[in-house]
Each structure stands twice: as structure tokens, then as C-alpha cells.
């Protein structure tokens, strides 16, 4: 069974419109931390947004901001004000403590395009 | 700070030859993984180390895979021979726990393979 699903293969947003990139998990592991990365179309993985299964609050950091719905195993993420700078493949991830590795377990990712 | 660092960026090989990837992590990171990235696909853990042992490298295919950290600081991915398959990004990362953000991974910019 898939850990990380990631539904929209691609998604347009209007530059300076909001948009939510989805994302639901299937762990039973109580102790576990969700990541959302941004690959541009140079390769490399950058780190936005972190959530912990015991947060209280919804993480933020900057225009990102996590709808982190626990019973509902959903981290989906948000960009406020979306630049075209924006455009990129987007990863939700999971790393589930319990396991000895702790390693990073990725979705299939969606493309995002910001229409100018 | 250094980032992760890695060569070749671009490689070019024909199946049946056989090639290393080479990975640099942040100075001070403890846990270096190897991941495989499929175009059009999340990446894929291939081997996690913690210092100079392996943690995990149950999904690397390991007739023809190999990896070794020998003094816990780089660290070399070798597909020998290589298959049209195994066409990919390898993207290294590492991490530590006290990082900023509880087990963040930094990647570095990838090495793009091209079996032909």
C-alpha cells in the first residue's frame, strides 16, 4: 500500500492566488513527522515545511502553511500568493519514528504551474 | 555552510558498463541516504547509513547495486552493470538531529544517469 499519495499529477494557479497541494499518509505509527519539498526544474530538493504527529497547531513558514488534519491522515499544503517562481514539482513526505531507519518515505509529487 | 555535494551532475553510459556517483554530505551529518529518482516520480531510498553502517538497504538491488561509506563522511554509489532501467536521478542526502527542523533531510543537486 502506497504511504504518501499525492492525487493532482499537475495543477495551474493564477500568480497571486492561493493554491492547496494534497496529500494523504497511511501510517500506525503514533510518532510521525510530515515534510513538503520543492524540486525546480534544476534538480534539487528544497525543504519547506515541517509537521509533527503531536504539533498542536498547523505549521506555517512564510506563504506555506500545512492543513495538517490528523484523524483524516491529510497534510495538504498551502501557498498564499502564489509567484512564478512557484512553478515546480512539489513532494509531501514522511518519516515514521518508530522505524530504525527514520529514513524520508516520498509521494509521486505534482507539478504546479503559475500562470502569469 | 557547504551544502551536499555531489559528481558526476551528468553521466552517460551504455547498458552492461558499469558507474560511480560520489556524495559529499554536510559536514558534521551523521545519516547519508541514497535515493533514486525516476523521472516523473518521487524519489526512492536505495541505502541509509548512520556513520560508516548501514541502517537500511532493503529496496537497493544489490546484484547489481552497491554503496559503502568507508570512514563515515562520503560516500560511493556504484550500478555495475547497468541496466536501461536504471536511468535515473541519485540524489544523495543527509541529516542530522540537530538540525533546525527534527530530521530534515539537505539534498544535494543530484546526478543524473542516462543508460543508453
Known amino acids: 500500500a502506497q504511504k504518501i499519495t499525492q492525487t493532482q499529477p499537475g495543477m495551474f494557479v493564477q500568480e497571486k492566488e492561493a493554491v492547496t497541494l494534497d496529500c494523504t499518509y497511511d501510517t500506525s505509527d503514533p510518532s510521525y513527522g510530515l515534510f513538503w519539498y520543492k524540486q525546480p526544474s534544476s534538480g534539487e530538493m528544497i525543504f519547506l515545511i515541517y509537521q509533527g504527529s503531536y504539533d498542536q497547531q498547523n505549521a506555517t513558514e512564510g506563504r506555506y502553511s500545512l492543513n495538517f488534519q490528523k484523524a483524516r491522515k491529510s497534510a495538504n499544503l498551502v501557498i498564499s500568493a502564489s509567484q512564478l517562481g512557484d512553478s515546480a514539482m512539489y513532494f509531501c513526505a514522511m518519516r515514521e519514528w518508530s522505524n530504525a531507519g527514520n529514513m524520508l518515505t516520498f509521494g509521486g509529487g505534482t507539478r504546479l504551474m503559475v500562470k502569469p | 555552510e557547504a551544502g551536499v555535494a555531489q559528481s558526476p551532475r551528468y553521466k552517460i553510459i551504455e547498458k552492461r558498463q558499469s558507474v560511480a556517483f560520489w556524495c559529499n554530505p554536510i559536514?558534521?551529518?551523521?545519516?547519508l541516504y541514497w535515493y533514486q529518482q525516476i523521472l516523473g516520480q518521487g524519489p526512492k531510498l536505495l541505502i541509509q547509513f548512520q556513520n560508516n553502517g548501514v541502517v537500511d538497504d532493503s529496496q537497493l538491488p544489490k546484484d547489481r547495486f552497491s554503496a559503502e561509506r568507508l570512514k563515515g563522511v562520503d560516500s560511493t554509489l556504484k550500478i555495475q552493470p547497468a541496466k536501461l532501467e536504471d536511468s535515473a536521478v541519485y540524489l544523495c542526502a543527509s541529516s542530522s538531529r540537530l538540525g533546525s527542523k527534527v530530521g530534515e533531510l539537505f539534498f544535494g543537486e543530484g546526478s543524473r544517469l542516462t543508460v543508453l
Open positions: 559536514s558534521g551529518h551523521a545519516t
